[in-house]
């Protein structure tokens, strides 16, 4: 198993049980003994540094690893779009990968079907259809 792919199956492993009520049990019951301990401790420096430290530690590895797996699953949701995009007659397959273009590109694409859409809203209000397909 290649690098990359170990890392993904375990970002997905990871993100899914951070996700699950055991962990939120978890990381509570941390607090609740860091809490517990501090008279222990005389609530020193020492005592809040751990919970800093090791708070800080946690949120810096968790971004990483839910990013890696947003990207993985809003990759897929591109993928399932572009394919019913494909798919359906008369769709425009200029559309697929939009992601792809610059930003001025998509708000070309976008006045396009800006205009389309309050077109369709005057027809709309005349009291006829709009489920007419029209070319952009």
């Not at 962990?23 to 751990?50: E, K, M, N, R, Y």
């Not at 839910?66 to 399932?80: L, P, Y």
């Amino acid at each position: 198993m290649n690098m990359t792919k170990a890392f993904s199956t375990f970002a997905r492993f990871v993100a899914h049980a951070s996700g699950q009520p055991t962990a939120f049990v978890l990381a509570c019951s941390v607090v609740i003994l860091w809490l517990v301990t501090g008279p222990i401790f005389g609530f020193s420096d020492t005592w809040q540094l751990v919970i800093n430290t090791g708070t800080t530690i946690v949120t810096f590895m968790m971004v990483f690893l839910i990013q890696n797996t947003q990207n993985r699953d809003g990759e897929a949701i591109q993928i399932k779009l572009d394919e019913l995009i494909r798919a359906h007659k008369g769709a425009h397959n200029a559309l697929l990968d939009l992601e792809e273009l610059t930003q001025e590109q998509l708000n070309h694409i976008k006045m396009k079907y800006e205009k389309l859409a309050e077109d369709a809203r005057k027809e709309l209000s005349l009291g006829k259809k709009d489920t007419k397909s029209v070319r952009v």
